[in-house]
């Protein structure tokens, strides 16, 4: 994976997307092979890898939204009070849920739930960002609303996503490379390079979902 990519990887169920994320992220060491970020071995979890998941219960319920991103960036980063939350607010802006900041998760909706931690995630300034079928529990319309600021943040910001996904669409949408991955036991069965196809209305777009759809298939 290049730095500042969107590295999509994306198969059937139970081939291994997810525990590959988690080997990233530092939640567990491979059993075998080797994983190297930024030339060396994963770390221990730390904010540089930041995760977002598909779980929408991934902030505190005693904490505001505001307060939530703010008690990140105090544990993980030892900025002062003040600080965090002027940068906690700057993310939430960024992620259009700054209306929200006083609120406490239970008032918010899931895809509101997901801006916030995907801001909580941004405010850290990691070298990467995992995420885990993060818009796969939403519905369409707010699914494709983050799917589009998503792709404004990567733009705007120098962060590496690493994206786990089941919708072929998604991953051409937002990947530079799509990694394809065969059913359990998995092997890579191709990396597609989708940087140029961002319009879904082309016959790229079209051209490279068939391809995906046949090799997903085919595995």
């Not at 290049?2 to 139970?14: A, C, D, H, L, M």
């Not at 060491?29 to 060396?40: D, F, K, M, Q, V």
């Not at 890898?49 to 929408?56: E, L």
């Not at 369409?140 to 996904?165: F, G, H, K, N, W």
Request: aromatic letters at 6%.
């Amino acid at each position: 994976m290049e730095r500042g990519e969107t590295f999509v990887i994306i198969g059937p169920s139970g081939c291994g997307k997810t525990t590959l994320l988690k080997a990233m992220a530092g939640f567990m060491r491979p059993a075998s092979g080797t994983l190297r970020i930024e030339g060396g071995p994963p770390r221990e979890p730390g904010p540089d890898r930041a995760v977002v998941f598909q779980d929408f219960d991934q902030l505190f319920a005693w904490r505001t939204v505001r307060d939530n991103v703010a008690y990140a960036l105090r544990t993980a980063r030892k900025f002062s009070k003040n600080d965090a939350l002027r940068r906690a607010s700057e993310a939430l802006a960024l992620v259009d849920i700054a209306r929200a900041a006083d609120r406490y998760p239970h008032e918010l909706s899931g895809g509101m739930k997901q801006r916030a931690a995907i801001a909580r995630a941004i405010a850290l300034e990691p070298l990467m960002l995992l995420m885990d079928e993060p818009f796969g529990a939403l519905d369409a319309i707010t699914r494709q609303q983050l799917q589009i600021e998503l792709a404004r943040i990567c733009a705007d910001t120098p962060v590496t996503v690493v994206l786990v996904t089941h919708s072929i669409q998604e991953a051409i949408y937002l990947g530079d490379r799509v990694m394809v991955m065969s059913p359990f036991p998995a092997r890579v069965l191709e990396i597609v390079d989708t940087s140029h196809a961002r319009d879904v209305e082309t016959p790229e777009f079209a051209r490279l979902t068939g391809h995906l759809r046949d090799l997903l298939v085919r595995a």
